[in-house]
């Protein structure tokens, strides 16, 4: 899984790499407002940013939990012809998100009143209810990315 510059029809992309630590949200949000034009609606674009806020707290508190704090998170977005990708890189134990989806119906049928498992829950509505593609990807040098795709 390469990086979106080698995608050909990237019409804007970024990449902001920043600690292990929640206090990034603030410059994370800042960084994602460029990624708010054509041809992703504002709809998307806050489908998108509440995602990736989700995605980047998820990398913090559960895949780098145990990790220091200067361990770096690696985030990258591209509008594209066609979508709004977004990739979430994490270098923490690799788990089965596509699991954790489908189960969260079943094991959580009221998030709100559980304390884990929200962001499970509102990648499970953003793909069934939004048409959001997520994935996960374990890979072999120690790290992961968790891939949120958006067609327009």
Request: overall charge negative; glycine content about 4%; some cysteine.
């Amino acid at each position: 899984m390469s990086g979106l510059t080698e995608i050909e029809d990237v019409i804007h992309f970024d990449r902001l790499v920043v600690q292990s630590d929640l206090r990034a949200i603030a410059q994370i949000l800042t960084w994602f407002e460029a990624f708010q034009k054509a041809p992703v609606s504002h709809a998307v674009w806050l489908q998108g940013q509440i995602a990736l806020v989700e995605a980047f707290t998820n990398a913090v508190r559960h895949a780098h939990e145990l990790l220091p704090r200067q361990t770096p998170i690696t985030l990258e977005a591209g509008i594209c012809v066609d979508r709004l990708e977004i990739r979430v890189w994490d270098q923490g134990a690799p788990f089965n998100l596509a699991r954790l989806i489908e189960r969260v119906e079943q094991d959580y049928p009221e998030p709100l009143e559980h304390e884990a498992h929200w962001g499970a829950a509102l990648f499970k509505k953003l793909q069934d209810q939004h048409r959001w593609n997520i994935e996960y990807h374990c890979l072999n040098e120690g790290r992961n990315c968790l891939r949120l795709v958006k067609f327009c």
